[in-house]
Each structure stands twice: as C-alpha cells, then as structure tokens.
C-alpha cells in the first residue's frame, strides 16, 4: 500500500491565520485523494493519505494525486511557504496508529521542505510516473519531474465524425456508442426537428430502454430493429446541423467488414468505409499498473456503455477527474486513436496488452462482472439466457436470486410442470420451486384447493429466504387460481402483491405483466374505471420500458372496457389502434382487433358494416362467429342466415392462444374454469339458441321448444355460476318467453327480474355515477334490460 504523508509544520498558526483559506487547501486535497480511490486520516500538523493495492491501479492514482497536489502547491505558495511530502509503503493490514507511528519515525530525519520524498521501494513502484533523485545526506529519492507522456498522433489524424465498429460488437452496439460519444443538446433537436418529428422522436427514445437492458441479446426483434433506425434517422438529422458535417467515416477491422457494411446501408448520412490500420503497439516505459487499467477500460465497453463509464469508476472509487486523466494518458501513448472514444483501438493494441499481462488480464473481469451485478440488482438488466452466459464469460457466478429470477424468465407456467428441476437441488430455493411445480401439477388435475395450499407453500418459501422473482411467480399464481374459483377480490389483492414485489425489483416485464392481470382482473369484476386506470397505467410503462408485444392487447383490452360502458367510437378508435400496433410485427392480432372493432359497429347498429368483416374472418376466430350471430339479433329485421353459422363440434374446444379469442384474455380464466368448457361456448349457445329459437317459432318449425330449453338451460347456468353475461342470457330467455306466451307471462317476468337483479349485481364494484350510467344506459344489452325492467315496473 502506497502511502503519501503531507505535513505543514505550522498547520495551526497558519489555520489562525487565514483558517478559510487553508481549510480550503486542505478539503480540496482530501477530495482529490478520494477522487482517485485513497483513504485518509489525520494526524497533528499531517495528514497521510493511503492508496490500497486492493484497489485499481494503485500507482497510477497515486501519481494523479501528488500530480495535483503539486499543482495545489504552486497556487497556494505564497501561503504555504513550509511542507513536506513523504512517500512510502505499508502493509495492507495496518492500522492507522502503525501507519501514523512509521511516519513519525521520519522527524528524526532531517528532510528538506518544499519537495516530495520517496522511499526506496515507493520510487520503485512509482518510477514509470515519476522522475527520481536519489539524495545520499537523507537516503531518500527526491521527486525531480512528472514523466508525461508524448503524444503519438496529432489531434487531426483522425475526424471526430468517425464511428468505429467493435472487432466484437454487433452495428447497433457501434452505432449507439457513437451517438453517446456524440450526444445532442436539446436545442440542437428543436432546432432540427419539426413539432411532429420532436413528438416522434421523443417517443422513440424509449427504444434506449428496452436497448441497454438487453444488451446482450443476441437476436433483436424485428420492431425493436425498426424503432431503432428511425432513432437513429431522427438522431442524425439534427446531427448534421449541430456538428456541421454531413459524411461519417466508417473504422473497421477485417473481422467486422459485415457489420460495417450493413451500417453504411441503414445509416441516413453519406458514410465511407476505412479499414483500421493494425499499427504495432510498444508498451515500453509502461508499468503494468497502469497497462492493467487501460486494458480494463477498453475491456469494458464490450459490457458498459460510454455514459456508464463514470459510474463504473465510481464503483472503484474513481471520480470524473481520474477519467479525464486515464484517457489523455490512453491517447497519449497511443493506445486509442481518438482521445475520448473507446472503441477507437485497434485489435493488434488489444492482442499485444493481453499478451503482456497475461493471467493478470483476468482482474479486469471481476470489476466488470461486480458492476454489472449491481446493474441486474436494480433491474438494468434482463436475467435472460445471454446474461446468464455473459456472467460465465466472466467467471461470475450468480446468487441464487438471480437463477431463479433467470429461470422464471425463461420458462412459462405451462412449461414448468414438464421442466426436470433436479440440477437445482442443491440451491436453497429448490423447496420453494418444488412446492410451485407441484402446484402447477396440481391445477392441471383441477384440485384448485390443493393447488392453493401449494403454490402458498411456495410464496412461504420464497419469502424466508428473499426471492423476490419466485415471490412475484408464485403469488400470481395464487391469483389466477382464485380468478379460476370466481374469487376475483382476492385475486386482485394478490396480483397487487405481486406488482409491488415487481416493482421492488424494477423487472419491466413482470410490471407489465402484473398490470395487464390486475386491469383483467378488475375488468371481470366490471370495475371498469379502475381496470381503465391500470390499462392506462400499463400503455405508459410499455411505451417507457418499450415492452412492445404488451402494447397490443393492452389496447384490446381499452376497446373492450369501452365497449361494456357502450362507448363505441371510443371502442372502434382503440380496436383499430391495436390493429395498426399489431399490423407490421404482431399481425397474429389483426384478425381478432379487426373481428372486435366489427362488434363495436354492430353493437352501434351498423350491422351492415359490421357482418362483411365478421364473415372475413369466420375462420380466423371463433369470436367471429359469435358476434355475426349477435349482429343478426341486432339487425332491423331478423333474416334467416343459419347457413351462415354452422359450427363443428370441436370450434370451441381447441386450445386457444390469447390473440385467437378475445375471451381467453378474460372471461376463460374464470367461467371457461367453472363451466369445465369455454366461456364463449356459453355465449355462443346462449346467442345461438336465442336466434334459432326466434327463426324456429316464426317458422312454427317442431324445434322451438327444444331452442328455449338450451337458452334457458345456459341461462341459469350463467346464474349459478354469477357469469358477468348472466343478464344477458336471462334476459334473451324473458325476451324469447315473451315473445311465446305474452307480456304477461310470469316465466318470463321472472327472468326479466332475475336478468336485471344479475345486472344491479354487476355493480357492485361501480362507484362512479358516469360509469355506473353509461353501463346501464349506453351498453346496447344493459339499455334493453333497463327499457324492459322499466316498462315493467321493476324499477
């Protein structure tokens, strides 16, 4: 450990004297100390500022210290006419006292004042920096000069408009570095941009997010690729007006000849290509502490961005001015070829650093693997495969935490029941995955109960030993498994939970996720505002995190809490924004947004609109035919189309993905559990009974009755099992008795009062009086419910 005593003689006098101005010496040298990693303590008349080889480039920071305290001295020396400076080394391991005590030794030492002294073994330590004299009378080296080394290249040998492509980054990497080397002011953005492309680029930053949390996928997503470029397009106009040039120069290596051509066709400025020239590289001169350090800062970038450099300095205890220094020197001795760009270093350079310091190269990895843990735990980086394997490239292993977020991430809970979780046996969180693979088995047997009691176990075990993301898995699934038993209040409380343990570890996509179940889960309580607020809440974090697949059925699920408080414009506006969201890269969507904006026509009364689309795309979703058949009961005259609807015995029983129905993001997750078939079937029959049974006794055809009896039949089912569509269906049954026996019948007044009583129950959770009145009245179901229970004086 180098340690550097600094004495002023007549400290206290002096602190009389003018204390202001001394004190101000003094806390300015003790920040420079820290800037570059030292602790410090102080003595009487001294301070000894200590520089641990536990820390980065011990020497060279010791260096930039007495560098700057010298320049110090030259300022205040009209002050501080009498001081000494002393450098030597000291164990590790000592104390304050030991180290105070070995300096002190020195009083007895006549040394000269106004100069810096070293010791026989600091001066070896520090000869690459420092230019020594040995002085025989006190047997110590006197600092003669700083060595500062000679510059290799001109300024002007190259542009700084030049963009260099990593020998092992891919062009996106290359491409942001440049523009974080090469930031824009914001007037430099208003300046360039119109109001509309401000607005778009504003909004497009967001693709930075998604960008530096998964930086190190290894495949992009198209639409991330296609945000990127009209970044990037965006960026570079105002550019060109803010540095006053319109040509780039590609620096490439023969390694990367590709990327560097795939950039020369997406960038939307004129750019030529160079091949980087493989200067040789001559360390001589060079102490390995300081070789370490510039290998570990040109090692970084393939993990670290530009603008995170400073942080991870930080992170080694070295501030803003110790960067500053560290590039001057890497570019002065020619190891970068542009002062303030990283990437600027040929492959040879890195090659023959690393074959100078040999094992010792590997340090590096540590501080970088240290750092980038730090970025995971605050939920900077996505636990994916490709960190997994970037922390191994490193020679890091993961806490436990971490695998288990990582295995979370990686496999769905239709996945896991197959999943051999043996290998993980001996981590600690093995019980607490056990107990949820168990519970997922369990529900697919439909025990829920047991289930429950499981997947508890799980959340208990996760909790004692701090496993946020198995945490946040399991209470989800406690929720979804209340949802499955109609228990939708405690799904709610639960998939709250789990948002607030999302939130805690900052993981972009359980927050989403957790949003989209609570706006679901509200949504099926027809608690509409608050399933509004969350949908708004989850459009917002997806456009920030840029979590690009959640943004469409997020807007689907808006259409549909438009559509049940009967605001069809609204509905219609939302439903196509999500088939525009969807249409380049997501186009599984269209169909169904296309499919649910023709039932917002219909429910409207644009039947005519509507039913062309619907029978489009008859085969693309079953919903399609389900709405076509809800459209003919809202035409003006109820015309004979069954041949239009023939449904074959497995239409609702195939296992559907959420982008095939919309029922399966909502309605299947409770009444598809307790009916033990689809919701929509319930729906469809319900609808199609309805209509048959309309036809069949205008026909007087023989199978009326036995229509009424499926429309009644689904209708107390829907009852039973407080179905949300319950009044609807009791509703078509009072309508079709109605119809049969007259107003007068009490089998149909008493569906129609069981209808509006389901309905009254569906508001429970409605405490807002405009959405409370636009349910009732606005929604074309509820409107006739309410029309009929008023005329019969239910109200």
């Not at 004042?113 to 330590?125: G, I, K, M, N, Y």
């Not at 809970?413 to 107990?435: H, N, T």
């Not at 219609?572 to 969201?581: I, S």
Request: charged share 20%.
């Amino acid at each position: 450990m180098i340690c550097i005593y600094f004495e002023i003689p007549y400290e206290r006098q002096l602190l009389r004297i003018a204390p202001f101005e001394i004190q101000k010496l003094l806390n300015t040298i003790a920040e420079s100390a820290e800037a570059n990693g030292a602790s410090s303590f102080k003595i009487s008349c001294a301070s000894i500022y200590c520089f641990s080889s536990d820390e980065v480039a011990p020497m060279f920071s010791a260096n930039l210290f007495l560098q700057n305290l010298a320049d110090l001295l030259r300022v205040y020396k009209r002050r501080v006419v009498d001081y000494r400076v002393i450098i030597d080394c000291c164990g590790e391991t000592d104390s304050e006292d030991v180290i105070a005590d070995y300096f002190a030794a020195y009083r007895s030492t006549l040394v000269p004042s106004r100069s810096f002294f070293a010791s026989a073994q600091a001066e070896q330590l520090l000869k690459a920096y420092i230019r020594f004299e040995y002085v025989p009378k006190v047997k110590l080296y006197y600092s003669a000069d700083f060595i500062v080394p000679k510059t290799a290249h001109t300024e002007t040998a190259k542009t700084p408009c030049c963009l260099y492509v990593s020998s092992t980054g891919t062009w996106i990497h290359a491409l942001y570095h440049f523009m974080l080397v090469h930031p824009l002011t914001e007037y430099a953005v208003t300046a360039a941009l119109s109001k509309d492309e401000q607005v778009q680029y504003e909004k497009v930053q967001h693709v930075q997010y998604y960008f530096r949390r998964n930086r190190f996928c290894a495949d992009y997503p198209d639409y991330f690729i296609d945000a990127f470029l009209l970044y990037t397009r965006l960026y570079f106009q105002a550019f060109v007006k803010s540095y006053h040039t319109t040509e780039l120069t590609v620096i490439y290596t023969e390694k990367n000849a590709e990327a560097a051509n795939h950039l020369i066709s997406v960038l939307p400025i004129t750019a030529h290509t160079e091949l980087m020239s493989e200067k040789s590289m001559i360390f001589d001169g060079l102490s390995t502490d300081f070789l370490q350090l510039a290998y570990l800062t040109i090692y970084a970038p393939l993990f670290i961005f530009d603008d995170e450099m400073s942080e991870f300095f930080l992170s080694l205890h070295k501030s803003a001015p110790f960067i500053t220094s560290l590039y001057e020197w890497m570019y002065a001795v020619g190891i970068t070829e542009v002062k303030n760009d990283l990437y600027s270093v040929s492959p040879l350079t890195t090659d023959r650093l690393e074959q100078r310091l040999g094992i010792e190269k590997n340090k590096a990895k540590r501080y970088i693997a240290n750092f980038l843990w730090g970025k995971y735990k605050r939920g900077m980086l996505c636990p994916d495969e490709n960190l997994k394997a970037i922390f191994g490239m490193l020679q890091f292993v993961p806490e436990d935490q971490f695998m288990l977020h990582h295995f979370f991430h990686k496999y769905s809970d239709k996945e896991i029941p197959q999943i051999d979780i043996s290998p993980f046996k001996s981590a600690v969180f093995f019980p607490a995955l056990e107990s949820y693979q168990k519970a997922l088995k369990i529900r697919e047997q439909k025990n829920i109960n047991e289930a429950v009691y499981a997947v508890k176990k799980a959340v208990s075990s996760a909790q004692a030993h701090t496993f946020p993301a198995g945490e946040y898995r399991a209470l989800s699934c406690v929720a979804f498994l209340h949802l499955s038993q109609n228990k939708i209040e405690d799904a709610v409380t639960y998939f709250q939970y789990a948002l607030d343990i999302a939130e805690a570890l900052n993981d972009s996509n359980f927050i989403c996720e957790a949003l989209f179940n609570l706006g679901i889960s509200c949504f099926l309580q027809n608690s509409l505002h608050t399933a509004e607020n969350f949908f708004d809440r989850l459009l917002q974090d997806a456009e920030n995190y840029f979590e690009q697949p959640k943004k469409i059925p997020c807007l689907f699920m808006q259409g549909r809490v438009a559509l049940q408080l009967g605001d069809y414009g609204k509905a219609e506006l939302l439903f196509q924004e999500a088939e525009k969201a969807a249409s380049k890269h997501f186009q599984e969507w269209v169909p169904l947004c296309r499919i649910w904006y023709a039932r917002a026509l219909s429910q409207k009364g644009q039947t005519s609109k509507a039913q062309p689309i619907l029978i489009t795309n008859l085969d693309k979703s079953p919903d399609a035919r389900l709405f076509l058949i809800e459209s003919f009961l809202f035409a003006p005259i109820l015309r004979d189309e069954r041949a239009e609807i023939q449904v074959t015995p497995d239409a609702f029983v195939v296992p559907f993905e959420p982008y095939q129905s919309g029922f399966v993001l909502a309605e299947e997750l409770v009444w598809g559990q307790l009916y033990g078939k689809p919701a929509m079937q319930i729906c469809y029959t319900a609808f199609d009974s309805y209509y048959r049974f309309r036809l069949a006794a205008d026909l007087l055809e023989e199978s009326a009755p036995t229509y009424l009896q499926q429309l009644e039949d689904t209708a107390r089912d829907a009852l039973k099992n407080h179905d949300m569509y319950a009044s609807i269906y009791s509703y078509l049954c009072y309508d079709a008795i109605r119809r049969r026996e007259g107003n007068t019948s009490d089998t149909a007044n008493g569906y129609l009062s069981r209808s509006f009583k389901a309905l009254q129950n569906c508001m429970d959770t409605m405490t807002e009086n405009t959405v409370r009145d636009k349910f009732i009245f606005r929604n074309v179901w509820n409107a006739k419910l309410y029309a009929a229970a008023q005329k019969n004086k239910l109200i």
